[in-house]
């Protein structure tokens, strides 16, 4: 085999990409053993800690699936108690408003008012939600005269309280030919039920933190 002539760095290139071999040679001759294998430990090594990564967001996702679970748990348990302490302060509610309470409607005294009506045109799921209103009040207003109040309340109030609570006053004024008041109560509130609040479409009722403590 005639030996080519090596006058430039670009025909040593040459020679080595028609010879792999020498190429290979050369490199074991040059480099340390370390070195040679240091591009499959880096693979090893991103591999090891991809695996590693892929375990820590498993088990973060473990962690957020469990705490949204307690949240989800939590969420009725709240709403229960943050209503039980709105019945507890139906008078100071009535009193904050301006009105003096007269009585708590019931799910009895609701159902007797819906059946003496003619509700054909109103959808049986709104008639259940509203016999299932969180609070009901017969009140007077100061002179004296009769009105009602529809209480929605949830421990974070919010857009849906205040769809119900304004849906629950026009039934009541319906029904009774009474001037009715849509509040709605909690602990807190949703700032993006602020519009109908200051609107004058509902009215807002904080419920003070040792009421729910009282339980």
């Known amino acids: 085999m005639t030996m080519a002539t090596i006058n430039t760095i670009e025909d040593l290139f040459r020679i080595l990409n028609e010879n792999p071999q020498w190429l290979e040679a050369l490199r074991a001759r040059l480099l340390t053993r370390e070195l040679l294998e240091l591009p499959e430990k880096f693979a090893q090594f991103v591999a090891a800690t991809e695996k590693r990564f892929d375990n820590v967001e498993q088990r973060l996702g473990n962690v957020e699936t469990a705490v949204k679970s307690i949240r989800d748990d939590l969420a009725p348990l709240k709403g229960t108690h943050a209503r039980n302490a709105a019945l507890r302060e139906a008078d100071l509610i ?22 003496s009506q003619n509700t054909a045109d109103i959808p049986v799921n709104e008639l259940r939600s509203f016999r299932r209103a969180d609070l ?29 609570a304004v849906r629950n006053a026009g039934f009541l004024s319906r029904f009774t030919g009474r001037r009715c008041r849509a509040v709605v109560a909690g602990l807190h509130r949703d700032n993006r039920i602020q519009t109908s609040i200051e609107s004058g479409a509902v009215s807002w009722y904080q419920l003070d933190p040792q009421a729910l403590e009282a339980e």
């Open 94 to 115: 009535a009193e904050e408003l301006g009105f003096t309470l007269v009585r708590t409607l019931n799910q009895q005294d609701l159902k007797a008012l819906v059946q």
């Open 136 to 164: 009901i009040m017969e009140a007077a207003d100061r002179a004296g005269e009769t009105c009602y109040l529809a209480v929605e309340v949830s421990f974070t109030a919010n857009g849906r309280d205040t769809t119900r």
